[in-house]
């Protein structure tokens, strides 16, 4: 609502062929297209939907090393050292956004911000050490705070924290909009407004046909739909639910807390906040595990009282009004990390799936593994995210 509409694509008017097709106009397919821009290949992207106008209009756009599952349990599920390469690639995940928003002409608004992780309750805290010294000791950059020093320095009331020095944010929207703009420098193509309903896999490659009756030819699909993606699938990678969001009207700037950190509790489903341009605070949290957009919708009034009163809580200094709410739809897996890769039933396909509160940082790590398994190149970081996992 703030940005409207930054840059019109047209839809596809005619039926072509290209080397790779991307199948999702936001943050994954926008990143995956710039990882590709200068491969050699002939790219298009497709979107039933303006640019950006998914998944990625509703982003609040948290960029974080910390999945939304702790290192601690994470290291159960896939090894305790795949578990902590995984956190490793989305802490470099973000500085590589940092770099590409300064490689874009004209470069791109982005922040590196501390990152506080906060216990809910006493009994959150003895887990939430755990959690520290496993980080620290595989040399993230951490600190143990207890309740005084987390009262000192964000003037928040909660038992212990950790604060994170690798953090960052950006505006998903606009900044998916100047990926685009860096693709279609380069003679590629961004298609809205255009529905893919149909996809036949052949032994050279794939045909889409378009609710308008156009093929589209490609030697390479991805996928990059989000939770949208999963009617592609075979089997039941995710399960999706919905979040609630807020942005607030400005608050006094000697109200707000240390180096603008983004905040987040232990507590599942748990309440997030940041804050964004003229002292506003978005606040988002509050899930329900299922997902139905009528009966979300319904409930964004009641869930927007909600997230306000528990900010009440712990922020008792900052008396929040809500400005804008709404509700989206996010998908989530068994261990919080995303699916990248290919399937055998889907030949010549490639699927860009960053799923869960880390969506931006698993698209940029999508965009690089999927670029090199295009490229045919090595990338070690192929099998800790493929769907064999």
Request: proline content about 3%; overall charge positive.
């Amino acid at each position: 609502m703030k940005d409207g509409i930054v840059e019109s694509y047209t839809s596809l008017d005619n039926s072509i062929s290209i080397d790779v097709a991307i199948i999702g106009a936001g943050m994954s397919g926008a990143l995956t297209a710039y990882y590709l821009r200068n491969s050699g290949f002939s790219l298009a992207v497709f979107d039933r939907r303006h640019v950006g106008m998914g998944s990625t209009a509703a982003s609040t756009a948290f960029l974080q090393y910390e999945i939304d599952t702790p290192l601690t349990k994470l290291s159960s599920y896939v090894g305790p050292v795949n578990a902590v390469r995984c956190y490793k690639a989305c802490r470099s995940a973000i500085y590589d956004i940092e770099s590409i928003c300064k490689k874009l002409k004209p470069s791109f608004d982005f922040h590196i911000r501390p990152s506080l992780h906060y216990a809910s309750f006493k009994k959150d805290k003895n887990d939430l050490f755990t959690e520290y010294t496993l980080r620290r000791d595989h040399g993230f950059k951490v600190d143990w705070l207890e309740s005084g020093d987390v009262e000192k320095m964000f003037r928040l009331d909660a038992p212990a924290a950790i604060l994170s020095a690798d953090g960052g944010e950006v505006d998903a929207y606009l900044l998916t909009h100047a990926l685009f703009k860096a693709v279609r420098a380069k003679g590629h193509h961004i298609f809205s407004n255009t529905n893919i309903t149909d996809i036949t896999h052949h032994k050279h490659g794939v045909t889409l046909t378009t609710a308008a009756g156009l093929n589209i030819k490609a030697k390479k699909l991805v996928i990059a739909c989000g939770y949208e993606s999963q009617k592609c699938i075979p089997k039941q990678i995710a399960q999706v639910n919905s979040t609630y969001a807020l942005v607030s009207e400005s608050v006094q700037e000697d109200l707000l807390w240390h180096k603008n950190s983004l905040m987040w509790e232990t507590a599942t489903p748990y309440m997030y906040f940041r804050i964004v341009s003229k002292n506003r605070i978005l606040l988002g949290g509050k899930d329900d595990f299922f997902h139905n957009a009528r009966i979300r919708d319904a409930r964004i009034k009641r869930k927007t009282e909600m997230l306000l009163h528990s900010f009440s809580q712990k922020m008792k200094q900052i008396p929040l009004k809500a400005d804008f709410s709404w509700a989206g739809a996010f998908a989530v897996t068994k261990d919080g990390l995303p699916y990248i890769g290919a399937i055998p039933e889907r030949p010549h396909t490639y699927f860009a799936l960053g799923y869960g509160g880390n969506g931006i940082t698993f698209s940029v790590i999508a965009a690089e593994i999927i670029r090199d398994l295009l490229l045919k190149k090595k990338n070690n970081k192929v099998h800790l995210f493929d769907f064999n996992r």
